[in-house]
């Protein structure tokens, strides 16, 4: 904290610096630009810190607005890797990085004594002038340089498992999982959270999505207590009815220990700010009451999800979802406890209760959260950035994740990608998913006439378009 507040000094201290970018073309290998000859806008450059090549680094991303804009000239339009060379040694941070002032996409740098080159995704680059931005986001990291090579074209996705995890499996859930099989990498499934957001899209521009993603937080047995009634189930098959395909999280209200206090009220008692539920003690042993609780809240929710089987309703089951973030009480521990609570769902859910329509979607990115191959059927991650590009950087990482042996999708996004997008950038995500309230209906997201582009794109594939999957 106090090593923050020094820096933020200093980069006062110093104000805004401009240096004069030279542009320069990447050629076939890998090219490297120095962020010290970049355009700097409220950071400046230093050299205190070893360990940098060039003359320096550059500092100071305090505020919102502070970046340092790269410009490269390219003879075509081409597709290239994108690492930059930067130090977290402040803690775990993330940047934003911004192609020719439009798409964004966010960049994970881990903690660090020094600089170290961080994959960063990809950059379609236009023949002629184009800008590489890095932009605060979280702020306080260096920059060194960043380094852009030529894609190699991304193989077939040969190795994809062709059976599910789950000890049964029942015909229908099969049928879908091939199904998804079959159009990976050649189409992307449109999607919505809420039935009722899926109807709007409807209204607006005549398609409806494939998918619609529905929430099982209401039937969580801490908000049922206080009078909550869930509606998820008969949304789902409503969609299901009309041939759609069905996607399920749970913001899973915690057990007990909710705060209910004005800043925190017992409805968001899934945030880790809301609750004092400890989920690495209630797992310590099979017999405290409160994993008794938890057990108690994963078997309500299993007659919510036998009500689907019994309507021969598959899901893409999403349930701890966004756990590395640790906003929410399953990821506040760390990744230990939230793979041990994963299993627990698992068991209680697919042995003990012998669901069999379940297809399991773990929707963290990171490696030391990940439960492994054999614990998951299909790997996700929620990405809010705006611009509608591609998601290049996470589609990437899940592929690493995965060794490319799983389908991946885009679970929750803030904007819709655009299709021309995920086809030049090889961004192969199964399905998109658009959050309801302020980001469907917001066109510092979504444009009406952006989602016209994408739900009319024939790479897309709508509800009208899927019928027939069941066989
Ligand atoms: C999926 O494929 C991987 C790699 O071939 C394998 O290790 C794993 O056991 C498979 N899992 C399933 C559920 O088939
Ligand atoms: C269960 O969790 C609640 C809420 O955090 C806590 O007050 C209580 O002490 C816990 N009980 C046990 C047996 O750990």
Redesign the pocket.
């Known amino acids: 904290m106090v090593r923050l507040l020094d820096l933020g000094l200093y980069a006062l201290t110093l104000g805004i610096i401009g240096v004069d970018s030279k542009p320069c073309k990447p050629r076939d290998g890998p090219r490297t630009y120095e962020a010290e000859d970049a355009l700097l806008s409220g950071t400046t450059v230093d050299n205190a810190v070893p360990g940098y090549t060039g003359t320096g680094y550059v500092t100071g991303f305090d505020q919102g607005s502070d970046k340092v804009t790269f410009t490269i000239t390219s003879d075509t339009a081409r597709l290239y890797d994108l690492s930059i060379r930067a130090a977290a040694i402040y803690g775990e941070k993330r940047t934003s990085v911004v192609l020719n002032n439009g798409a964004s996409s966010e960049v994970y740098f881990p903690a660090s004594d020094g600089f170290n080159a961080i994959p960063a995704g990809q950059v379609l680059l236009n023949a002629g002038s184009n800008t590489i931005a890095i932009v605060n986001n979280w702020g306080w990291y260096l920059i060194d340089s960043i380094t852009l090579t030529p894609s190699a074209k991304r193989p077939k996705h040969t190795n994809i498992n062709t059976s599910l995890i789950g000890p049964s499996t029942s015909a229908v859930t099969q049928k879908l999982y091939d199904y998804l099989r079959s159009i990976y990498g050649k189409k992307i499934l449109s999607g919505q959270q809420d039935l009722s957001w899926a109807n709007w899209i409807q209204q607006q521009i005549g398609k409806t999505p494939a998918l619609v993603s529905v929430d099982l937080m209401d039937y969580s047995p801490s908000r049922v207590e206080r009078g909550t009634v869930g509606t998820a189930v008969e949304e789902a098959i409503n969609h299901h009815n009309r041939g759609g395909i069905v996607s399920v999280l749970w913001h899973w209200n915690a057990p ?2 909710l705060y209910d206090t004005e800043e925190n009220k017992w409805w968001s008692g899934f945030y880790t700010r809301a609750t ?3 989920v690495e ?2 797992l310590r042993d099979t017999t ?3 994993y008794t609780l938890l057990v108690r809240d994963i078997d309500a929710i299993a007659v919510q999800l036998k009500r689907l089987q019994a309507a021969g309703v598959p899901v893409l089951w999403r349930p701890l979802h966004e756990a590395e973030g640790g906003w929410f009480w399953w990821g506040a521990k760390g990744p230990e406890p939230a793979k041990k609570l994963w299993d627990l769902v698992y068991q209680r859910l697919a042995v003990h209760h012998g669901l069999d329509n379940l297809i399991w979607v773990w929707n963290s990115v990171l490696p030391q959260w990940y439960p492994g191959d054999e614990k998951v059927d299909i790997l996700s991650a929620d990405i809010y950035a705006q611009g509608n590009g591609p998601m290049s950087t996470q589609y990437n990482e899940l592929i690493e994740l995965g060794k490319d042996t799983k389908l991946i999708a885009a679970a929750e996004v803030g904007a819709a990608p655009l299709p021309d997008l995920l086809q030049a950038y090889e961004a192969h995500w199964l399905w998109f998913a658009v959050w309801g309230d302020t980001f469907i209906n917001n066109a510092e997201w979504n444009s009406v006439q952006t989602l016209r582009t994408i739900y009319n794109s024939d790479y897309v594939l709508t509800l009208d378009e899927i019928q027939g999957w069941r066989g």
């Open positions: 007990v220990g004092d539920f400890d003690l209630a405290n009451a409160n």
